[in-house]
Structures are given as structure tokens and as C-alpha cells.
């Protein structure tokens, strides 16, 4: 197998979490997913190392042909692996707590890691494409995805409208905030959603992404009665604030009200992991995502002057959640960047860059 195809096939780890789930139900092991996202992803970065700072590869047209459909098969794939995993685990009938909890929280994951691939199908200029990416969308319990991403990228730092966070406010504020709003605009007396003569492509999909998260909330409920309707609400409940905690790490400190001359097209804070970018669909090189929203995940490489994590998003995704030390993790690589934009630097094949300093450090290990 050549390097292209390897790095390829890199990006099958998406497939990782639905799997992961119906196995779990299927070994009566209900904590498996949330457990391995949790203790092994953090420690890919060890393994796999940083991708370099040069441009995307050129793939050979085959390969770049199979990477493309990848997203639709995944999301055939995924409720193909959620709703018979739910049918093993109803079937189990594990009643106990931490069962029904470890059950929750890796369907939690499984649905948070698919919306990075709905995330890519609806900015895809293909309106097929965008449909079924809209559609995932709702299936993830999240279906004002595509009409929420699609403004916050008209919005580039705008932290009035809470598109990105202020500088010093915390993630539960900004989670609170931007769910207020985003509701508001979905399903609001005013909302688009409910004019009958509404007809815009936006619209459209926002409605087939609302039916797709009904369809789907009847089907746990239909599989697993009161409780599979009820985890489903809580996945649901889950899912948006993942969606705005991964909001807040990749645009805190970006905002207007932090650095008015550079916002441009809108900054975002970058990992340059090689597995986080193949398990995310290269949602994590953020920044090179906001100067070409169009551009398919398999041609995004590290931009040469993003500001870059520290960590991954697993391990800040926790920080985030302690105000004093998510800032005492971020304070410095922000300062770092402000100073040094042109040198980011790179944890390499460390799990972490918190006590990394000078510019050499961005040598490739």
C-alpha cells in the first residue's frame, strides 16, 4: 500500500464511533464508545504526530474520488449501526444506572462526531450533497446545523450575535447565549421556518433536517419506548452544546472584541493532529476552513498562520468546562500567536504543547 492510500484510510476512523456503539450494545460493554473517545483519541496524537505545515496533497483522482463519497456512506452507515445497537441494548434490558448513563454518553459521542461530517456535506455546492448533510444533521438531534453554520460564517467574529465568544466570558455563558439565539431564529413566532411561503433553499433544508430529527425521535421511541424517547432528548440537549462547546475552542479569543484588525474572514484556532483532522473530516484546521468554506475536507491543510491548540479537542473540551483553567491553558498560546502569527507551534508527537515557548518547537519531530 502506497503513502496516498495510507493517508487515505486514515479518514476511515470516522466510521470508528457507529461501529464502536453496536459492538458495545452488542457486548453488553453500554460505555465503550464514550471510553475510547475519551482514553485512547487523546493519545493518537502520540502515534500519529502533527501533519506537516506544507499544502494539502494532491491526491491521485481515484483515491480523491473515493474520499469524496466518504461522507455519504458514513451517513448511511450511522443509522444503520445507532438503531440496531439500540434494539441490542432495549433487548439487554441492563436497567442499571450506570448502564442506562454509560448507554447516554456514547451515543452522545457517536452523534457529536457525526455532525463534523454533516458539517461537511452541507457546505458542499452540490445541493444533493447538502441535503443528506442536512438530513444527518437532524438525525444527530441537531437540524439547526446547516441554517446556524451557513450565518456564522456570514458573521465572521461577531460576538454581539455570540457567533464567536467573548473574550472573557465562559463557555456556559456563551453555550447559553448562542442556543437562546439559535432557537430563537429556528423556531421563533418570526422564524422562516414557519412561512408558508418561505421557500428558500436554507428554509428547505432546515425542514427536512426538523422532520429527520422527529422520524428519528419516534424510532427510539418506538424501539425502546419512555426511555429510548428520553435518551434521545438528552443526546438532542447533548449534541447543541457540544456543538457550541467545539464553537467556543475554536474561536475564543478571535473575536471582535479581542482582535478587531484581524478578523478578515474569521479566525479559528487550529490542532494540527493528524488523527484528530481524520476523525473530524479536517474540522479541526479550522482556520483554513473559514478562508475556504468550499473546500472538501481531503484538500485542507494547516494554515501557516492560524494560532494553534495546545492540545486536541478531547482534553480541552474538559478545560473548557473550569473557567480559570481554561484560561490559564489558553492565555499563553493566544499571546504566543498575537506576537509570533507567522511561527505557530506545534505539539508534534507530544500529547500536549502547554509548556512549549520558543518558535524551534515548531520543528517537525
Request: with cysteine.
Amino acid at each position: 500500500m502506497d503513502k496516498q492510500w495510507m493517508l487515505a484510510a486514515g479518514y476511515l476512523t470516522i466510521l470508528l464511533m457507529p461501529t464502536l456503539f453496536v459492538l458495545g450494545a452488542l457486548v453488553q460493554e453500554p460505555w465503550l464508545t464514550f471510553g475510547v473517545v475519551i482514553l485512547v483519541f487523546p493519545l493518537a496524537r502520540v502515534v500519529f504526530g502533527a501533519m506537516p505545515s506544507t499544502d494539502a496533497p494532491e491526491w491521485r483522482e481515484r483515491i480523491a474520488t473515493l474520499l469524496h463519497g466518504l461522507p455519504l456512506a458514513f451517513a448511511c452507515v450511522l443509522p444503520a449501526c445507532v438503531l440496531p445497537g439500540l434494539v441490542l441494548a432495549a433487548q439487554s434490558q441492563t436497567g442499571k444506572g450506570s448502564a442506562v448513563l454509560g448507554l447516554g454518553l456514547s451515543l452522545w459521542m457517536t452523534l457529536l462526531f457525526a455532525t463534523c461530517v454533516a458539517h461537511e456535506l452541507i457546505h458542499r455546492r452540490d445541493k444533493r450533497h447538502a441535503s443528506i448533510g442536512n438530513m444527518l444533521a437532524g438525525f444527530c438531534g441537531y437540524p439547526a446545523l446547516g441554517s446556524e453554520h451557513l450565518a456564522h460564517h456570514a458573521r465572521p467574529g461577531d460576538t454581539h450575535l455570540a457567533e464567536y465568544p467573548l473574550k472573557g466570558e465562559s463557555v456556559w455563558r456563551f453555550a447559553g447565549r448562542r442556543m437562546i439565539r439559535i432557537t430563537v431564529e429556528l423556531l421563533g413566532p418570526g422564524a422562516q421556518t414557519w412561512r408558508p411561503g418561505a421557500q428558500s433553499l436554507t428554509v428547505m433544508h432546515t425542514r427536512v433536517a426538523l422532520s429527520c430529527t422527529a422520524l428519528t425521535w419516534i424510532g427510539f421511541t418506538a424501539i425502546a419506548g419512555v426511555p429510548g424517547m428520553c435518551l434521545y432528548l438528552a443526546a438532542m440537549l447533548g449534541v447543541a452544546f457540544g456543538v457550541q462547546l467545539i464553537t467556543y475552542i475554536q474561536h475564543w479569543g478571535l473575536g471582535d472584541d479581542s482582535i478587531p484588525g484581524r478578523i478578515a474572514y474569521g479566525r479559528g484556532w487550529e490542532d494540527d493532529c493528524r488523527f484528530q483532522a481524520w476523525v473530524t473530516l479536517s474540522l479541526s484546521l479550522h482556520d483554513q476552513h473559514h478562508r475556504d468554506s468550499r473546500r472538501p475536507f481531503y484538500r485542507i491543510g494547516p494554515s501557516p498562520d492560524s494560532p494553534r491548540l495546545p492540545a486536541g479537542y478531547v482534553l480541552l473540551m474538559f478545560a473548557s468546562l473550569v473557567p480559570p483553567v481554561w484560561r490559564r491553558v489558553m492565555a499563553t498560546p493566544h499571546q504566543y500567536w498575537l506576537a509570533s502569527p507567522a511561527s505557530p507551534l506545534s505539539a508534534g508527537h507530544r500529547l500536549t504543547c502547554f509548556g512549549l515557548r520558543e518558535p524551534r518547537s515548531n520543528t517537525s519531530p
